[in-house]
């Protein structure tokens, strides 16, 4: 549970962006996250698991001793049949009597004073053994209880972190809209009324080319007639009013071309990129390949995403690659084999 809690706040602390709001939070959560892993695991270890096996330990013992004392008392029973059996005998012999007595009393010491020594401690053992489960696993549940709070609050912090990034990232969003909100009435009213004539000639217009200052706008007609009247001679300047539509058709083409022009250098024009491009990724996780034509990926793997021969071999999700260092050291894509999209990052 440590090791995969750890993996989990290491790929949380990697991910999480500089620019983010919390970023140093979330290092101090990461690292009190693991001390209060260390501290509980410690814990555990020094005042719950190690009385108990404390306790356990006793066990070996004592039941070697059991099998002892049974052994004894076999040997102590067959002294005494051996002793009974020679003084019912028809022919009595004292050295041997006296030699069994003595065997005799030597097992019935041996077998009392373990017997006895038995009699003692196994009735404390088993009388203690409510004692030592009680105090084990109170300070386990103890331990277990100061952790989930403490690991309780950390989370609780975390889910603060997390909130307060959502509303961070909901008020650029309207920041963003709001923004091209107001500027994008201004451009459709600069491209709606372009300059008038008094403004791009003021002398002119100061001269009395409308002297009806009622009218906002020339008269197409107006102007017609009046360079009739003149001799064919015009007093306003040529003037065409600029078509916008068309204006901004062209320029947006002309962005288009010069990003598909752009796009086109990047990926293939570039000596130092192999055949078929298309952008690189660094792996965020490992991956073990487990197919020969698949990619092994080892965490800040710098990997050259590539193009399919036939695109329709390419499975949902999973990319097609070489890793850069291979590549700029052999320049060579015979190598190249499949990994899952998710385990990278694009750059």
């Not at 410690?42 to 004392?69: C, E, G, H, M, W």
Request: aromatic fraction near 8%; include cysteine.
């Amino acid at each position: 549970m440590h090791d995969a809690s750890r993996r989990l706040q290491d790929c949380l602390a990697e991910m999480y962006e500089p620019d983010w709001f919390g970023k140093e939070e979330m290092d101090a959560l990461t690292e009190d996250t693991d001390t209060l892993w260390l501290d509980y695991h410690q814990n555990i270890t020094d005042k719950s698991v190690t009385s108990l096996d404390s306790y356990l330990a006793q066990f070996p013992d004592i039941k070697a001793r059991i099998a002892k004392r049974d052994r004894k008392m076999v040997d102590f029973d067959s002294a005494r049949h051996h002793f009974s059996s020679i003084q019912k005998g028809k022919k009595k012999d004292e050295a041997k009597i006296a030699k069994a007595e003595e065997d005799l009393g030597r097992a019935q010491k041996i077998f009392e004073e373990l017997n006895v020594e038995l009699q003692d401690e196994l009735p404390s053992l088993w009388d203690n053994r409510v004692g030592v489960y009680v105090n084990t696993f109170q300070g386990l549940a103890g331990h277990q209880e100061k952790f989930h709070g403490e690991m309780s609050k950390l989370s609780q912090n975390l889910n603060d972190i997390m909130t307060k990034l959502e509303e961070q990232r909901e008020e650029n969003e309207e920041a963003n809209a709001s923004d091209s909100a107001c500027s994008a009435p201004k451009r459709e009213q600069d491209a709606a009324e372009p300059p008038s004539e008094e403004e791009r000639y003021p002398n002119e217009a100061q001269g009395g080319w409308d002297s009806d200052e009622g009218h906002t706008q020339p008269g197409w007609e107006d102007g017609e007639a009046a360079t009739g009247q003149e001799g064919g001679v015009s007093v306003a300047p040529s003037y065409s009013e600029p078509s916008w539509d068309d204006d901004g058709a062209q320029v947006g083409g002309g962005w288009g071309d010069e990003g598909e022009t752009q796009s086109a250098v990047t990926n293939g024009s570039d000596g130092d990129l192999p055949p078929g491009f298309l952008y690189k990724v660094k792996a965020v996780h490992e991956y073990a390949a487990t197919d020969g034509d698949e990619l092994e990926l080892s965490i800040g793997d710098d990997v050259l995403v590539l193009a399919f021969d036939n695109p329709d071999e390419q499975d949902d999700g999973w990319l097609l690659g070489v890793q850069e260092t291979h590549w700029l050291q052999k320049k060579d894509i015979s190598v190249k084999g499949v990994f899952p999209e998710n385990f990278t990052q694009k750059v």
